[in-house]
């Protein structure tokens, strides 16, 4: 819906990358992004150049196909559904692959595969992989609740995903796709479940059949985002994703407030009391500087005057009688 790219965009937050299982052992490196996007619209994966790189693929997990293949000496190579949809450009150490006017059946689980040159052998390197999820505006195969969600920080929520196909499926992912994107939560079909480090000791779920229920606990401000469930079903060619998602927003407590009814009261009376105690004190302040300027200026110089008259009468006087005696 239209309205959830409003609002992601009002996040102005950009995707940042947690930690994905690797795909061949130590070698590989372990980067996940979670991309989500309405159809029609635009990505770009950026895949790491290994030194002494023979090419790269760009590889889909979920019924494999090599999407898009780059050699070292710029001989290319596009699969034939990705035909004109597909542009690149060398940047430095990295190719960045844009795939134009994404479909539906485009989401899938991306990887970059590097071949290179190792002491005059071949070798094989799986690089970042990326969920893409796209949202069509018609149809609806995994169904979400709730829509939206605005817990106070520590506070716990639930969402449910399921599974509206006749095909078996594979298993089930909860995705959060903004501001900090990863996989929350991946369930198979024989019930193994991969949670992300994030959420561990603060998730649990429920399964029955193609049903989940996910209760997200002593939520952080930093949970806020847009969760999705995703769907691996037999046989399809692509993840299936909810239409509309979850809108979580945390409301964070402020420390050593609570603001209702009850309080209020409590808390205007005191700023009432404190405002008067001010007014009073400034008043007090004010009227000892007044009176201290006030005798500052009028005694000591009517003091001076007296005494400097004085002074000058009993020199002339002297002076006179001093003058007639000689």
């Known amino acids: 819906m239209p309205w959830i790219s409003h609002l992601s965009a009002a996040f102005l937050f950009l995707l940042l990358l947690p930690c994905f299982p690797g795909q061949n052992g130590g070698e590989n490196e372990q980067s996940t992004d979670v991309i989500s996007v309405w159809e029609g619209d635009s990505i770009s994966i950026t895949c790491s150049r290994p030194e002494n790189e023979v090419g790269i693929y760009l590889n889909t997990l979920i019924q494999p196909i090599n999407v898009f293949y780059l050699s070292e000496k710029n001989d290319s190579y596009t699969f034939p559904a990705w035909n004109n949809r597909i542009k690149y450009s060398k940047e430095e150490r990295n190719l960045r692959i844009t795939l134009q006017n994404v479909q539906e059946s485009d989401s899938n689980i991306y990887v970059c595969t590097k071949y290179f040159l190792s002491k005059g052998h071949h070798k094989t390197l799986k690089g970042k992989t990326t969920i893409v999820v796209v949202k069509a505006k018609v149809g609806e195969?995994?169904?979400q609740s709730p829509l939206y969600a605005s817990p106070q920080q520590s506070q716990s929520v639930s969402i449910t995903c399921a599974l509206r196909s006749s095909h078996e499926e594979e298993g089930i992912y909860l995705?959060?796709?903004?501001?900090?994107?990863?996989?929350?939560?991946?369930?198979?079909?024989?019930?193994?479940?991969?949670?992300?480090?994030?959420?561990?000791?603060?998730?649990?779920?429920?399964?029955?059949?193609?049903?989940?229920?996910?209760?997200?606990?002593?939520?952080?401000?930093?949970?806020?985002?847009?969760?999705?469930?995703?769907?691996?079903?037999?046989?399809?060619?692509?993840?299936?994703?909810?239409?509309?998602?979850?809108?979580?927003?945390?409301k964070v407590k402020e420390a050593g407030c609570s603001w209702n009814s009850h309080s209020s009261w409590g808390i205007y009376g005191l700023a009432t009391m404190v405002v008067l105690l001010f007014s009073a004190l400034m008043c007090s302040t004010l009227y000892h500087v007044n009176i201290k300027k006030s005798f500052q200026k009028k005694n000591p110089n009517a003091v001076y005057e007296d005494m400097s008259y004085s002074s000058r009468r009993n020199t002339l006087v002297r002076t006179n009688t001093y003058s007639a005696g000689n």
């Open 141 to 143: 195969v995994v169904e």
């Open 175 to 250: 995705l959060k796709t903004h501001m900090q994107p990863e996989t929350v939560l991946y369930v198979s079909r024989q019930n193994n479940s991969t949670i992300s480090s994030a959420f561990a000791d603060r998730l649990n779920y429920s399964k029955e059949e193609k049903k989940i229920v996910v209760t997200l606990n002593n939520l952080q401000e930093n949970d806020s985002g847009i969760y999705l469930c995703a769907g691996m079903l037999k046989n399809a060619p692509s993840l299936s994703v909810s239409r509309s998602g979850t809108i979580m927003l945390i």
